[in-house]
C-alpha cells in the first residue's frame, strides 16, 4: 500500500461494498452525518471493523458532523435544472418539496441573515442566486447562473457570518451517536477558531476521539494556527472553501496550508473533487490524477473521496484509481516530496523522531522506523519528519491503532504490553523478527520510551532483523 492514506465516504454505493474497499486500499471510511441515517451509521461502521478485521489491516472510522451547514430540502423530482433570470424562492423548511420555482432550507433563519443583493450559492456553486427581495420568512432570488441541483445541495452565502451556531442541535445529537458507533475521529465543519473545536471537545469528552477540523472560511484561515493546536488533523475542504473564497486562491491556500500543519506535526487530508469525474466514468480526468499527485507532492497525509465512493457508478475503480496514483507519485517522484517537515515541535520527542529520520536517511539499509506509542503521539512527530522508509507502530491500545491508520507513512500494529516499560525495544525487536515482510540483515530503528507516561521516547536503537539475541529478547507471557 503507498504511504499516502485514502479516505472513502460510505454511501448508497458502497455500505454493501465496504469490504471491497478495504481490499482496494481504504484506510479510513468516512461517514458523512449529513445523509447518513441512524441505521445506515451503524451498519456501515460495523462492517468497516468488520472488513478490517478479515483483512488483518486497521482501518479507521471518521464521523463527520454537518455543523452549520445550510441544505435545501427535497426536490422531488430531480436533478432540477435552474434558468438564468427566472425567480427561486427559499423559504424554511426543508420538508417542504421544492422544484425549478423554489426550495425549503434548513436554516429557519436565513431570511433574517440576508439582504437584497446579497450572493446566493447552491451545490458548491453550480448555481449562483442574487437576492431580490425578503419577504417575511421567505427570500425571493434571482437565478444570476443556471446549473443543475439535487435534493440536500448545500446553500453558501459568501462573505457573509450567518448567525447560526458552530455546533448546531443536530450536532449535539450527534455526538453521542458518534461516541456509540466508536468513531476513531470526528470532523467538525465550518470551524472558525480554536474556542470553535473546544466547545466540541467540552462535549466528547477530553478521553474522547481526535478532531478533524474542516478549513472551509477565511476565518479558519486566519485562526489556523489555533485551531491546530486543538485538533488531531485538519481537512482542506475544497468545497465550501472555493465558495468562500475566489477559486483561484484555493491551489495557494491548500499548499500553505498542507506545509503548516506539517511543520506542527498536524495530519492533514486534502478533499473534494479528487476524481470527481469517476462519479460517472470508469476513468479519471488527466487533470484529476494531477491534482491527487499535487497534493501528495504538497506533503498531505490523506486523499479523500466524497461522492466517488459514496453515490459513483464506480466506487471500486475510483479507490483503486487515488491508490494506483499515490503509489506511482511515491515511487517515481521522490524528488518533489517534501522532506525533514516539523521545525516547529521542539521537544524531547521531536529530537528523537529527527534523529530517527535522520538514521534512515543515511543509512540506506534501513528499512523501516518502529516505534512503540501508547497514545500515537511518537509515530506522528516521527510521520511529521516524512521519513523516507515505513513507519511500523507498534501500539497496545487498539483506539490508537485505528486512528493511526490516517497518518502518512504509519502502518499500525496491535501488540500486547510488555510487563515493564524497559522491555518494549525487546518486544518489537521479537515482534520485527517475526515479520516474513523484513528481510533478515536489514536495520530498523526502534523507537520507544522507558520513563513515566506522558514524558515521550527516551530510546532509540539500530537494530538487525535476525540478530542472534532476538528470540532471547521475548517477554515473558
Request: a negative charge; aromatic letters at 2%; hydrophobic letters at 45%.
Amino acid at each position: 500500500m503507498p504511504r499516502t492514506k485514502l479516505v472513502c465516504t460510505v454511501g448508497p454505493a458502497t455500505i454493501e461494498r465496504i469490504d471491497e474497499l478495504v481490499a482496494a486500499g481504504m484506510d479510513v471510511a468516512r461517514i458523512n452525518f449529513s445523509h447518513a441515517t441512524a441505521d445506515q451509521r451503524v451498519t456501515s461502521a460495523r462492517r468497516v471493523r468488520e472488513a478490517a478485521d478479515a483483512a488483518g489491516r486497521a482501518v479507521g472510522v471518521l464521523a463527520d458532523l454537518a455543523g452549520p451547514k445550510i441544505r435545501l430540502g427535497d426536490l422531488g423530482a430531480e436533478p432540477v435544472e435552474l434558468e438564468a433570470g427566472r425567480e427561486f424562492r427559499l423559504t424554511p423548511g426543508a420538508d417542504t418539496t421544492g422544484s425549478e420555482r423554489g426550495a425549503g432550507v434548513t436554516y429557519a433563519g436565513l431570511a433574517s441573515d440576508l439582504r437584497p443583493g446579497d450572493r446566493v450559492l447552491l451545490a458548491d456553486g453550480a448555481a449562483e442566486l442574487r437576492v431580490t427581495a425578503i419577504r417575511g420568512e421567505e427570500v425571493a432570488t434571482e437565478v444570476v447562473r443556471g446549473g443543475v441541483i439535487r435534493s440536500r445541495a448545500g446553500v453558501s452565502v459568501p462573505s457573509q457570518r450567518l448567525s447560526m451556531p458552530i455546533l448546531t442541535d443536530k450536532d449535539r445529537a450527534d455526538v453521542p451517536a458518534a461516541l456509540e458507533i466508536g468513531a476513531d475521529h470526528v470532523a467538525q465543519s465550518f470551524v472558525r477558531s480554536g474556542a470553535d473545536i473546544r466547545a466540541l471537545r467540552a462535549l466528547l469528552g477530553a478521553d474522547g476521539p481526535p478532531i478533524v477540523a474542516k478549513i472551509e472560511t477565511r476565518p479558519a484561515i486566519d485562526d489556523f494556527d489555533a485551531i491546530c493546536d486543538e485538533v488531531g488533523a485538519v481537512m482542506i475542504a475544497r468545497g465550501d472553501l472555493g465558495v468562500e473564497l475566489p477559486y483561484e486562491e484555493v491551489p495557494i491556500i491548500q499548499k500553505q496550508l498542507v506545509r503548516r500543519a506539517l511543520d506542527r506535526g498536524v495530519p492533514t487530508i486534502v478533499a473534494t473533487q479528487m476524481l470527481e469525474s469517476m462519479t460517472t466514468s470508469p476513468r479519471p480526468t488527466r487533470a484529476e490524477t494531477s491534482d491527487v499527485a499535487n497534493a501528495i507532492f504538497d506533503g498531505t497525509d490523506a486523499v479523500m473521496l466524497s461522492g466517488e465512493t459514496a453515490i459513483g457508478e464506480y466506487p471500486i475503480l475510483a479507490a483503486e484509481a487515488a491508490v494506483r496514483i499515490c503509489r506511482l507519485v511515491e515511487e517515481r517522484g521522490g524528488a518533489f516530496l517534501p522532506e525533514g517537515g516539523s521545525p516547529a515541535i521542539d521537544t524531547d520527542a521531536g529530537a528523537l523522531a529527527t534523529a530517527a529520520a535522520a538514521i534512515a536517511a543515511t543509512e540506506h539499509d534501513v528499512a523501516a522506523i518502529a516505534c512503540y506509542t501508547r497514545t500515537g503521539e511518537t509515530a506522528r512527530i516521527i510521520a511529521a519528519r516524512r521519513p523516507r522508509v515505513p513507519i511500523l507502530a507498534f501500539s497496545p491500545n487498539p483506539d490508537v491503532v485505528r486512528r493511526l491508520a490516517l497518518v502518512r507513512g504509519v502502518e499500525p500494529r496491535a501488540c500486547v504490553p510488555p510487563p515493564h516499560t524497559g522491555e518494549r525495544l525487546g518486544l518489537m525487536a521479537w515482534l520485527l523478527g517475526e515479520d516474513e515482510s523484513l528481510p533478515p540483515g536489514s536495520a530498523v530503528v526502534l523507537v520507544a520510551s522507558t520513563a513515566t507516561p506522558g514524558t515521550g521516547p527516551n530510546l532509540l536503537e539500530l537494530h538487525r532483523i535476525g540478530d542472534a539475541g532476538d528470540q532471547s529478547r521475548r517477554p515473558p507471557p
